[in-house]
């Protein structure tokens, strides 16, 4: 009896500390960064996370858009229900509407079965719009519908269906460009832009690749199981004179390479040869 009571215990103390480790895993990684841009973006997400107010986040690839995104959906009234993100430069202008809306059963000839979209999946949470600006115009006039009425309604159906969702939206283009080109609605431009929050490129706070640096040094160092390697202060420096085109996502991928092609230190002449100079 004992034994088994001791086992019971030690079950449910695995389970509470898996439950742990989900969590953990699951957590939304910070925003690094010190520098004057940075900050005044996590007072900004600290201002309108609590609210239901549509967002706009801009800038170029990599920058961390999809970061911004999921701390104001994490500071938000809605951080227990889901974030559901989309790719829409991914998805094929033919699936984009069974993609946000979902379909009915025999809909179109490989809807085989009924199936539920992006927006209900997001019901009671966020649904971010990741390069939104690649969205085809007929799935912009569907998404306008959503955002106005708070309805949609599935390929192939004809009954409204009601959806409590924050819509949060990103993009590398300049959609006002992308209006006077005839790409991009104007109406859905302004329903999505009621806040704009514009990611720096890493090449304009140059002064945060320290701070980044450390933590992805850490952070690949726990992902390989390996002891931590340390930078040479030149070749930190040599970092930081770098023009980083592919922004926080290549400079996470150097850092990656240097740890794996590298002594314990990492030194001046490990980034002369491994990473590529850029003018």
């Known amino acids: 009896m004992l034994i088994t009571l001791r086992n019971a215990m030690d079950k449910n103390s695995l389970v509470a500390e898996t439950k742990v480790l989900k969590r953990k895993v699951t957590k939304v990684q910070e925003i690094v960064g010190e520098s004057s841009a940075i900050k005044k ?13 549509r967002v706009l986040i801009t800038g170029e690839n990599g920058v961390g858009k999809e970061l911004v995104a999921r701390w104001i959906h994490e500071k938000s009234n809605r951080r227990s229900g889901p974030i559901v993100e989309v790719n829409c430069a991914a998805i094929p202008g033919e699936l984009i509407e069974s993609e946000l809306f979902g379909h ?46 708070g309805k949609i309604t599935r390929v192939g159906a004809d009954k409204d269906i009601n959806v409590d969702v924050r819509v949060i939206a990103a993009t590398n283009k300049d959609l006002l460009k992308e209006v006077e080109d005839k790409n991009f609605r104007l109406d859905l431009y302004h329903r999505l832009g009621v806040i704009i929050v514009h990611v720096p490129s890493l090449n304009d706070r140059a002064g945060d690749i320290p701070l980044l640096v450390e933590k992805f040094l850490t952070d690949i160092a726990a992902e390989y199981g390996q002891p931590k390697k340390s930078m040479d202060k030149k070749a930190l420096e040599a970092l930081q004179k ?7 996502r290549e400079l996470r991928n150097v850092i990656e390479r240097l740890i794996i092609l590298s002594g314990k230190t990492i030194s001046p002449d490990d980034v002369e040869n491994y990473v590529s100079p850029r003018k």
């Open 242 to 248: 770098y023009n980083w085109s592919g922004n926080v």
């Open 104 to 149: 009915e059963k025999g809909s179109f000839t490989s809807a085989i079965k009924q199936r539920i979209g992006k927006f209900e999946q997001a019901n009671g949470g966020t649904l971010f719009l990741d390069e939104i600006g690649d969205m085809s115009m007929n799935a912009q006039a569907k998404v306008l519908r959503a955002l106005q009425e």
């Open 41 to 53: 973006i996590k007072e900004t997400i600290d201002k309108i996370a609590p609210t239901d107010a």
